[in-house]
């Protein structure tokens, strides 16, 4: 694993919070199967159910949601993570209000992860060719306006110390789909992993196989990585990392 050197090479609990299913499949997929390898508990919190990923006329929201919901249990069987949360908030219509903050408030302090993926909501665009989902923005942003300060400060919510949840402070945030990446990891070795826990989402890669694009991807995460060396591996994922005080 080729980090900076202040970076864990294994978190203990961590917390992923995605948009829609399939999110952290496209973009972080063999850093959790290489960290759940490794011995960490991993949590995935789904803030939508992806109600609304189908071009299929005949395809309602409900059934959509309930498929999707199915895929990613599936993909985290693959991956070995234990323990899934959907919080059911319509697809693409997510805010970064007050509403959602205190929802993933209540989530980090329940789970107490001691590390936080979750999306990079300053990630407007890539390239010439793609337009972030603003659920992502919505989704990163309201992440860590939970982290900071609302999960670690008694008075911010205090509504969730009546619940008999306590404060807690995350000590370490990975922002994945991000233009700006400070941290490589090497996931040359679950490779194979992330690609079938991506084929997991059977209602979204359809026909499609996305084995060479992925591959692709991460070929060049590598290659880009600034501390490469011989020892690097041929795959890579890349993450804002931000270790807090």
Not at 60 to 81: N, P, S, Y
Not at 119 to 128: C, F, K, L, V, Y
Request: with cysteine; hydrophobic share 40%; charged share 25%.
């Amino acid at each position: 694993m080729t980090e900076t050197p202040t970076a864990p090479a294994v978190p203990k609990r961590v917390l992923v919070i995605q948009a829609h299913p399939d999110d952290v499949e496209f973009s972080s997929a063999g850093t959790i199967a290489k960290w759940v390898n490794d011995g960490a508990n991993v949590t995935y919190c789904s803030i939508t159910s992806g109600d609304k990923g189908s071009d299929d006329p005949g395809m309602t929201g409900e059934h959509l949601a309930a498929m999707r919901e199915i895929e990613q249990q599936a993909a985290c069987d693959v991956l070995g993570v234990k323990e899934l949360r959907f919080l059911r908030y319509k697809d693409a219509t997510l805010v970064a209000d007050l509403d959602l903050r205190l929802t993933l408030t209540r989530v980090i302090r329940q789970v107490k992860p001691d590390v936080l993926l979750c999306m990079d909501p300053s990630m407007r665009w890539s390239g010439q060719e793609y337009i972030n989902h603003p659920d992502h923005l919505a989704a990163g942003e309201a992440s860590l306006a939970a982290v900071f300060p609302s999960a670690r400060d008694r008075m911010t919510f205090p509504e969730l110390l009546a619940e008999g949840l306590e404060t807690h402070k995350v000590n370490e945030v990975y922002l994945f789909a991000t233009s700006s990446p400070d941290v490589w990891v090497d996931i040359t070795d679950t490779m194979e992993v992330k690609l079938r826990a991506l084929n997991a989402h059977a209602s979204q890669v359809r026909d499609w196989d996305p084995r060479e694009m992925i591959l692709e991807w991460a070929r060049g995460t590598a290659a880009a990585n600034p501390h490469k060396d011989d020892s690097t591996g041929e795959f890579a994922e890349s993450f804002k990392y931000f270790k807090l005080e």
